[in-house]
Each structure stands twice: as structure tokens, then as C-alpha cells.
């Protein structure tokens, strides 16, 4: 036989013996860890804000069972609490309403994401705190306690308040995000009285030296503050997503020349951006608002999470919402798979996959992309090196060689995942069929000899 014959031949063997799957897409909102839709002051399943109102006041005890919810499925509780329901005498913090809280989110299936504010106007500066000497910058009349900033003493009990809570809960297991709250009402900066940078800044660098292993979220109203925080490394977060009133209009007026002037426009690539809802969903819709455009907005500004107060979506803005849902965060979907189909025991074997985030954002946390050996309830695993929190939407390439598992010979069924690194289960609901009830998605047959 011609010697360019036999090497087609060997070729064409070497070939049939790889596997290459194309995984079917789904089209299915997908609830994955740290995206999504927001519960506010309350976790999945309790009962909902009624009309156009919410509360500021984080829960402080047990919510009111509720009957049937329609609200997405979230994975992110956010709650709030003012300094005066925390510490009402100085020294004797309630650590307990957080901890509560980060239980029940954990029995719900859910994350806590949190803000400590100092104050608003319904809800003063802890009388304690009034009275300890501290200066403030109104006169005595005015119908609220505004504080120096300044002022040593804030910086002291504010900060001995937000150190203790980094020492206490940074780097929880349930804890997804913190806000970086200091100056203003709702320590957002809507104030009369704000001070000059460098005291924002120490008030901000208290956060990053309190809560060195959590993500941390920069308020939006500081431009300096804002593009000092998030220089340092936190996303950030707006809290009137969606107002589109004639005369002056964040969403047109603001949050646009903002992001731009500062510089944030990439913050996403590395952190977060979440957003709150100016009112509520059925305010824009009383108000004619385009819920085409300000979701269009969010998505174009690579947003991960919001927060809708809790609030009922219109069934008129159901199918816009859940459109959204499918493209905020992250949406990871593998498109192509190659592999040998027979392989040596504990030798190496060449794998390749095509990856598509097919979101607006990456994960943020270090997923661990692993490929499994099953046969019957046993299988093995084997770690992929890739490092998730850098897949941008687009494509993502990972070619690897394999240390294959010593097994016996047998034929195995190859499976991959999303591992959470702490737990070693899959955690991302992948956008393809094949998932599994372990959470496991099956690729094809593998043989070992």
C-alpha cells in the first residue's frame, strides 16, 4: 500500500476516535449566585411591598410569613440598617440583627449584601452620639442632627462601628457585597455639609481596611469619592435607576456625564455595578416611562444586580423584565467541546472548549471550572486551569492537557461544572441543556484502557 495511503488511513482513525459536542442552548432566566434581581429587606418568598412604598428600616427580628410570591427568584438579599437601630448605646451594638439576617438569607438560598448608614431625616444620628461633644454643621432648629464629618469624633465612633463589623463578618461565607456608606444621609452624601476629600477619604479607606476579603460597592454621588473608591478596587452602585422626569432626569441629566467624568466606565471588567430603582417599577409605569430605555441603560452601564424595593413588577413590563434577567451578570454557555474519546488511565489527554458570556458581566467570584469521570453514583474530578472572573462577555478559549484520573478500564460519561471553591459543589446554572439534578451537565462518553 503507497505510503501517503496508509497515512490517510491513520489520520482518519486518529480522527474518529475524537469527540466533539455541541451543547443545545436554553433560553431560560438562569438564577446564579451574586446577579439577579434583589429581595430588599426581606428574602425570597416573604411577602411584598405593597403599591408605590418600601421601608429604609432593615428587619431587626422575624418577617411576616407570606402566601404565593411572584417575584424572580433571587439570590441576593439587600438590607439596611441606621446607625441608631444598631448601636442605640454607645458600645452596645446589636451584631444581632446582622447575623439574623445573614442566617435567614442563607435559608432562603440566598446572600447578604449590606449597608450601615449613619442617618436620613426620619431616622437621627444615636442620641448617645449627639450628646458625646460631637460637633455638627446646622443650626440648632434645624429639624435634623447634621454631623461634622470632620469632626475627629466621627471619624472615631462611625469608624470603631464599621471596624468591628469588618472584624466580625468580612469575608463570611453569606456575605456577598458591603456598601461604602459614611457621609450624608443614607451615607450617600446628600448633605448641605459635606467635607472636603480627604476627610470622604478617610471615612472610605475605614472601609477597605474593615473589609479587606468582601466586595465593596462606592456610593455614586461623590464624583471624587466615587472614582477614589472605585480606584481602589469596590464597583458602585446608583440608587435612582429609571428616573426619566421631563424637567431634570437622573437617568439623562446625571448618571451618563457622571460615569464618564469619573472614569468608571470599565469598573465592571473587575467589580461589580449594582442599581436601585428610583421609586418603584409601577411608578414608571404611572408615569409613562420607557421601561425599554432605562433597562436598556442598566444593561449598557453592565449591571449585575438590582434592587427593585422588593416591589411588584406590572405584568406590562414582565416580559421586558424578563428579558433583562437574561442578559445582566453573567451567562456562561459552552458552546463546543473536543476531546479524545479513548484515553489512557493517569495519562494526559488534550481537552479543548469554546466558552461564551453571553451577559454584560463576568463572575466575580473564582469558580472552578472541573471536568468529572462518572460511571454509576461514583465519579472523579479534575480541575481546568481557568480563571472565570476574567471571562468578558464574548468568547473564551481554554485548551488544556488533563491529568487524567487512574481509573479502571471502563467507560466513564465526561461531565463539567462551576465549582464553588469553598464548597466543591456546582454553583452556575449553565445556559445549555444536560444539567443533571446534582448540578453536574453531561457532555458525551469517554473510554478509559
Known amino acids: 500500500?503507497?505510503?501517503?495511503?496508509?497515512?490517510?488511513?491513520?489520520?482518519?482513525?486518529?480522527?474518529?476516535?475524537?469527540?466533539?459536542?455541541?451543547?443545545?442552548?436554553?433560553?431560560?432566566?438562569?438564577?446564579?449566585?451574586?446577579?439577579?434581581?434583589?429581595?430588599?429587606?426581606?428574602?425570597?418568598?416573604?411577602?411584598?411591598?405593597?403599591?408605590?412604598?418600601?421601608?429604609?428600616?432593615?428587619?431587626?427580628?422575624?418577617?411576616?410569613?407570606?402566601?404565593?410570591?411572584?417575584?424572580?427568584?433571587?439570590?441576593?438579599?439587600?438590607?439596611?440598617?441606621?446607625?441608631?437601630?444598631l448601636e442605640p448605646e454607645q458600645g452596645r451594638v446589636r451584631w444581632d440583627i446582622i447575623e439574623n439576617a445573614l442566617a435567614e438569607a442563607h435559608r432562603h438560598g440566598?446572600?447578604?449584601?449590606?449597608?450601615?448608614?449613619?442617618?436620613?431625616?426620619?431616622?437621627?444620628?444615636?442620641?448617645?452620639?449627639?450628646?458625646?461633644g460631637a460637633k455638627r454643621t446646622n443650626a440648632g432648629g434645624a429639624p435634623i442632627w447634621e454631623p461634622d464629618f470632620s469632626d475627629p469624633l466621627y471619624l472615631k465612633y462611625w469608624?470603631?462601628?464599621?471596624?468591628?463589623?469588618?472584624?466580625?463578618?468580612?469575608?463570611?461565607?453569606?456575605?456577598?457585597?458591603v456598601d461604602i456608606s459614611s457621609v450624608g444621609y443614607w451615607g450617600e452624601g446628600w448633605s448641605d455639609y459635606m467635607p472636603a476629600f480627604p476627610y470622604q477619604k478617610k471615612l472610605i479607606d475605614i472601609w477597605f481596611d474593615a473589609f479587606p476579603a468582601t466586595r465593596l460597592?462606592?456610593?455614586?454621588?461623590?464624583?471624587?469619592?466615587?472614582?477614589?473608591?472605585?480606584?481602589?478596587?469596590?464597583?458602585?452602585?446608583?440608587?435612582c435607576l429609571g428616573d426619566l422626569r421631563p424637567k431634570w432626569a437622573h437617568m439623562r441629566d446625571f448618571y451618563p456625564e457622571q460615569i464618564a467624568r469619573t472614569g468608571i466606565q470599565d469598573v465592571?471588567?473587575?467589580?461589580?455595578?449594582?442599581?436601585?430603582?428610583?421609586?418603584?417599577p409601577t411608578y414608571w409605569k404611572e408615569q409613562g416611562w420607557d421601561v425599554h430605555y432605562i433597562l436598556g441603560e442598566a444593561l449598557r452601564w453592565h449591571v449585575t444586580s438590582v434592587n427593585v424595593k422588593s416591589s411588584a413588577i406590572p405584568p406590562e413590563f414582565a416580559a421586558a423584565f424578563e428579558d433583562f434577567e437574561r442578559k445582566m451578570g453573567y451567562r456562561l454557555e459552552l458552546r463546543r467541546i473536543e476531546y479524545p474519546g479513548s484515553v489512557r488511565s493517569g495519562s494526559a489527554a488534550p481537552v479543548k472548549m469554546w466558552w461564551v458570556n453571553s451577559g454584560v458581566a463576568p463572575p466575580y467570584r473564582p469558580y472552578v471550572l472541573t471536568l468529572a469521570?462518572?460511571?454509576?453514583?461514583?465519579?472523579?474530578?479534575?480541575?481546568?486551569?481557568?480563571?472565570?472572573?476574567?471571562?468578558?462577555?464574548?468568547?473564551?478559549?481554554?485548551?488544556e492537557d488533563i491529568n487524567v484520573p487512574r481509573l479502571?478500564?471502563?467507560?466513564?460519561?465526561?461531565?463539567?461544572?462551576?465549582?464553588?471553591?469553598?464548597?466543591?459543589?456546582?454553583?452556575?446554572?449553565?445556559?445549555?441543556?444536560?444539567?443533571?439534578?446534582?448540578?453536574?451537565?453531561?457532555?458525551?462518553?469517554?473510554?478509559?484502557?
Request: proline share 7%; hydrophobic share 40%; glycine share 8%.
Open 1 to 85: 500500500m503507497p505510503k501517503i495511503v496508509t497515512f490517510l488511513l491513520f489520520a482518519s482513525a486518529a480522527a474518529a476516535q475524537t469527540v466533539v459536542v455541541h451543547p443545545k442552548l436554553i433560553h431560560d432566566v438562569l438564577v446564579n449566585p451574586g446577579m439577579g434581581i434583589q429581595t430588599f429587606q426581606r428574602f425570597n418568598g416573604d411577602a411584598l411591598n405593597s403599591a408605590l412604598k418600601w421601608s429604609e428600616e432593615g428587619p431587626t427580628g422575624p418577617l411576616a410569613a407570606a402566601g404565593a410570591v411572584n417575584f424572580p427568584a433571587s439570590t441576593i438579599a439587600y438590607c439596611r440598617w441606621f446607625w441608631e437601630t
Open 110 to 132: 440566598q446572600a447578604l449584601a449590606i449597608r450601615l448608614m449613619p442617618y436620613d431625616q426620619k431616622h437621627p444620628l444615636p442620641v448617645w452620639y449627639q450628646k458625646s
Open 159 to 177: 469608624g470603631d462601628l464599621v471596624k468591628e463589623a469588618g472584624r466580625r463578618f468580612d469575608g463570611h461565607p453569606d456575605l456577598d457585597t
Open 217 to 239: 460597592l462606592m456610593n455614586f454621588d461623590e464624583p471624587q469619592a466615587l472614582a477614589y473608591g472605585t480606584g481602589r478596587g469596590a464597583g458602585w452602585r446608583l440608587d
Open 268 to 280: 465592571w471588567k473587575h467589580s461589580p455595578v449594582s442599581l436601585e430603582t428610583c421609586w418603584v
Open 373 to 399: 469521570f462518572a460511571s454509576g453514583d461514583e465519579q472523579e474530578t479534575v480541575d481546568v486551569p481557568a480563571d472565570v472572573r476574567k471571562w468578558l462577555p464574548g468568547d473564551t478559549v481554554v485548551e
Open 408 to 449: 479502571k478500564t471502563a467507560e466513564y460519561r465526561l461531565r463539567v461544572a462551576l465549582l464553588d471553591p469553598r464548597t466543591r459543589k456546582p454553583a452556575i446554572r449553565l445556559g445549555i441543556e444536560g444539567r443533571s439534578q446534582d448540578g453536574w451537565y453531561d457532555l458525551g462518553s469517554i473510554s478509559l484502557r
